[in-house]
């Protein structure tokens, strides 16, 4: 089993940029591919970003992409998602994941453990 512990989140203005961290606990952080969500209120929850094992490749979601990236340091057990250029329409609450099987998914049902989020507000 992994803990995830997401943070990072706040108030940002249109246009600033911001970077959130998750940091895990338990098994080998190499184990597990990783994963950005968000869901904003009302909505569902949506993909943004995952990255593979090693953290050679990257997969973004269409509206993040030019402006988000993903990495990892599996020497010290975390994930991170620098956000630039952001949009009001980027407010949500930012999940961390990690999957055992699957690369590249972008579905929540690929990934098995999840963090509690962190609020990201983007005014105008």
């Known amino acids: 089993q992994v803990m995830l512990a997401e943070s990072g989140g706040g108030l940002v203005q249109a246009g600033d940029s911001m970077r959130l961290s998750c940091a895990a606990t338990?098994?080998?952080?190499?184990?597990?591919?990783m994963a950005w969500f968000r869901q904003a209120l009302g909505k569902e929850r949506e993909f943004v970003s995952t990255?593979?094992?090693?953290?050679?490749?990257?997969w973004l979601a269409d509206s993040v992409k030019g402006r988000f990236s993903m990495s990892r340091d599996n020497s010290k057990n975390l994930a991170y998602l620098q956000m630039n250029s952001l949009k009001p329409e980027d407010t949500a609450v930012y999940y961390c994941?990690?999957?055992?099987?699957?690369?590249?998914?972008?579905?929540?049902?690929?990934?098995?453990?999840w963090g509690q989020g962190t609020q990201v507000t983007v005014s105008s």
């Open positions: 990255i593979s094992r090693n953290g050679r490749n990257t």
């Open positions: 338990g098994r080998p952080f190499s184990n597990y591919a």
């Open positions: 994941a990690a999957g055992t099987y699957y690369t590249g998914g972008q579905s929540p049902d690929h990934y098995d453990y």
